[in-house]
């Protein structure tokens, strides 16, 4: 372009400013752009609504559909200002979204668990899970996974699509909690003092709760010692103290009353007639051959 022959003016700048098209595009841009702050301040206000009525992953969900939804409806009204037909950005869409879904079925698989987790609320955001081996606090559940804050503070993703097909043990589900442990004691011991003991023991601990009371059961007879089981129950919040604190209380107690915790013992026997075989050391004599 000789610009010597066309020079451009202010006069220029100013008709294609004002001319039909770049307006059209111009409406559109700030309807994106308003349909954008707005989406974005619907869907905050509607999440700061949902948290003091719902859980914190509903809360989540809604805050997302929400803004998507809201955007949308924007950003298709931008398109039919632009002078672009709804009808077939409609398809192209439908057909983009069933190429994507073949492409990315583990992402939709972990999509759909997602919400059948959220819509299920088996845990919530501050519960403690145990999924396998993994034990943590849940710090987030989000439409494709699940992050867990294990206690020496690593941080574990979970897919959703795991957490639906496997067992999840949720253990701050309830206000309070039971500790199981076996003890062994030895054969001679009278079993109705070792549950004297103990029940003193658990009714003094003030980590221990009256309702439900402690169960003692005799769990079996083992190959050195009489099992048995021991049970009490505690606030939730006060499990891992009672745990530790209650182990230690046994072992002082049993010292006390001198009731024996056997370990396993080997006897070598070879019949009613046969003597004990002789164990003795021979290190003299090898000390001699060298």
Sequence with gaps: MDMESNPITLQTIVDFISSA??????????????GYLIARYSSNILNRFM???????????????????????????????????????????????VAIGFASQT??????????????????????????????EVISIDILSVKLRTFDNLMVRIPNETLIKSEVTTLTKFPIRRFDFIVGVAYKEDIKKVQEVLFAIADKNPLCLEEPKPLFIHDGFGDSSVNIKFCVWSARENYLELRNGILIEIKEAFDREG?????????????????PFPVEANI????DDS
Excluded: C
């Design 21 to 34: 098209s770049l307006t059209i595009y111009i409406k559109g841009g700030l309807v994106i752009l308003f």
């Design 259 to 275: 009731i024996e915790i056997p370990f396993p013992h080997i006897s070598l026997y070879a019949g009613s007639a046969t003597t």
């Design 51 to 97: 948290k003091k009525r719902f859980e914190a992953q509903h809360a989540t969900v809604a805050q997302w559909a929400s803004f998507y939804i809201i955007f949308g409806l924007f950003f298709a009204t931008s398109l039919d200002i632009m002078g672009f037909s709804i009808s077939v950005i409609l398809g192209a869409a439908g057909i983009l979204t």
């Design 107 to 136: 992402a939709a698989s972990n999509i759909i668990s997602g919400l059948f987790l959220i819509g299920e609320s088996t845990f919530s955001v501050g519960d403690i899970i145990k999924v396998g081996s993994t034990v943590g």
């Design 284 to 287: 003299k004599n090898r000390r």
